[in-house]
């Protein structure tokens, strides 16, 4: 059987991959699937339901320093955390703000504190 045959193959394939696929019923309500499910149901394809690969977030690194006269203060966001210096011009960087956006809306989806 040609996998252009299976239902969703692209989406099963991204499944096996780990990635995350989201289903919804058509009232633009999107929900991460289970991944235990997600193949048996994208083979399915039941009616009415729709699904599409989980939009990858947005992540940005935000040092926050402790300069001695200002007292803290946040630099410039970093895309990579390994990029994030331990010491700014202003100051050592004592908290990372990890960031995460929706990449469609742009809402924040998680803003966590982290040490450096």
């Known amino acids: 059987m040609a ?4 239902p969703n193959a692209e989406l099963i394939q991204a499944v096996l991959e780990g990635q995350v696929v989201q289903v919804t019923p058509g009232d633009g309500h999107w929900t991460d699937m289970d ?3 997600a193949v048996a149901t994208l083979v399915r394809a039941a ?3 729709r ?3 989980k939009p990858r977030a947005m992540v940005a690194w935000l040092p926050v320093y402790r300069h001695e006269k200002e007292g803290l203060g946040i630099g410039n966001a970093y895309l990579d ?7 700014l011009p202003t100051g050592p960087v004592v908290r990372l703000i990890r960031l995460e956006l ?3 809306s742009l809402e924040t989806v998680t803003a966590v504190s982290e040490a450096p």
């Open 3 to 6: 996998v252009s045959s299976i």
């Open 35 to 37: 991944p235990a499910v």
């Open 47 to 49: 009616a009415g339901l």
């Open 51 to 53: 699904f599409r690969l």
């Open 81 to 87: 955390r390994e990029h994030v210096p331990r010491e």
């Open 102 to 104: 929706d990449p469609n």
